[in-house]
């Protein structure tokens, strides 16, 4: 039962350079998330999926882009990667229902240099 | 924007005593949802207890329980007999419910507190 999957765990990445961060669910869930967590912050939102083919910004969207390329998967990209977007990322899912948690993945744990 | 406070960055307990942390929000709605996650050094986000805000009974879970004050806007978190493997962050979270003009399903998340458990 493998829930939420994310890949890589961890990343290193220079100035400037890109990347792909890749989940995967498989508990036919319609809603999907990306979070970044630092500390003393918490976890804030990046973006959103409500369904498939939709896709909103959350509370800190600047740098990062995403893609919902099905029900199952939901990938955010970083084009030009800065350090200050060094933070464990967090991919998530859930029920269209209010009482439903966050389901998380592992998260990925990324520098930038 | 609804935030969510956590007054406590650090808080710690002997094992086997009791400790609730505090979580405080801010919103003007009627209809919402908090949460109460539990993020261990392996880094996993574990779901510990919810709350539906219409609901006046305090939900419990085993060994966590919540005290919910809808009027003062608090959702405090009591773990009863800390053990070791409680030690972890602790974040609570928000979402506003559908009578309240939610749309979607996302959770604002408070900073966290982190719990330490002295053997």
């Known amino acids: 039962n493998a829930g939420v999957t994310q890949t890589p765990k961890f990343q290193v990445l220079k100035t400037g350079q890109s990347m792909t961060l890749q989940c995967a669910q498989d508990m036919n869930h319609n809603s999907m998330y990306w979070y970044r967590q630092d500390p003393g912050m918490g976890l804030r939102l990046i973006y959103y999926?409500?369904?498939?083919?939709?896709?909103d910004k959350g509370e800190v969207p600047n740098g990062y882009n995403v893609s919902r390329l099905n029900k199952r998967e939901f990938s955010l990209r970083l084009e030009s990667a800065a350090p200050s977007q060094t933070s464990v990322y967090f991919c998530?899912?859930?029920?269209?229902?209010?009482?439903?948690?966050?389901?998380f993945g592992n998260g990925t744990r990324l520098t930038v240099t | 924007a609804q935030t969510v406070t956590q007054s406590q960055p650090e808080m710690s307990v002997q094992e086997a005593e009791t400790v609730t942390l505090s979580c405080t929000y801010d919103?003007?709605?009627?209809?919402?949802?908090l949460f109460w996650y539990k993020q261990p050094p392996s880094r996993q986000m574990i779901l510990v207890i919810r709350q539906e805000a219409y609901k006046q009974q305090n939900a419990t879970e085993n060994r966590f329980s919540v005290n919910f004050q809808k009027a003062a806007k608090s959702f405090s978190l009591k773990i009863s007999d800390s053990q070791l493997g409680d030690a972890a962050m602790y974040f609570c979270?928000?979402?506003?419910?559908?009578?309240?003009?939610?749309?979607?399903?996302?959770?604002?998340f408070g900073k966290g507190t982190l719990l330490t458990v002295n053997p």
């Open positions: 999926s409500a369904s498939e083919g939709t896709t």
């Open positions: 919103t003007s709605e009627s209809d919402y949802y």
């Open positions: 998530a899912s859930s029920e269209n229902s209010w009482y439903s948690p966050l389901h």
């Open positions: 979270a928000y979402r506003s419910g559908q009578n309240s003009g939610g749309s979607n399903y996302k959770l604002t």
